[in-house]
């Protein structure tokens, strides 16, 4: 029989609650991707190649996306808690998400700003119907 998983360990040593992380910065990521997308558009809007300052600030939501994600993996495989199908079903939605903008990266580049700017919108959106749908289920 296996023991507990390493990040386990590490949360239990540092007496950390990894799910009540997950929850509180679920609000900060959601936000911060709003503000990060806001800003892409001001960028297309004035008409301005985006620098190198909005792609940090864009690699810090993505990956502030992976680190949320893999926190709910955690909380669901080790933990045990049960989400809700919808709630996991976005926490899909976004690493699709997240796959196909690298896939198109190409084509995104073609107009950052705008295109960034409207992935950050809508990776917030979703981020918040992951947050709205806690504990709820398909089919009733």
């Keep these: 029989m296996a023991g507990p998983s390493p990040i386990a360990l590490i949360a239990q040593i540092g007496g950390v609650d990894l799910i009540e992380i997950h929850r509180l910065a679920g609000w900060w990521v959601a936000g911060y991707l709003g503000v990060v997308g806001l800003l892409g558009i001001a960028i297309a809007i004035s008409r301005r190649e985006p620098g190198r300052t909005f792609f940090i600030l864009l690699g810090i939501g993505m990956a502030a996306i992976l680190i949320q994600v893999g926190l709910g993996l955690y909380g669901f495989s080790v933990e045990n808690r049960q989400p809700g199908n919808i709630h ?15 896939i198109y990266r190409a084509q995104l580049a073609r107009r950052a700003a705008l295109s960034y700017g409207l992935l950050a919108l809508f990776l917030m959106g979703v981020g918040i119907r992951a947050i709205g749908n806690i504990g709820q289920s398909f089919g009733g």
């Design 88 to 102: 996991v079903f976005y926490g899909v939605v976004l690493m699709f998400t997240l796959a196909f903008a690298y």
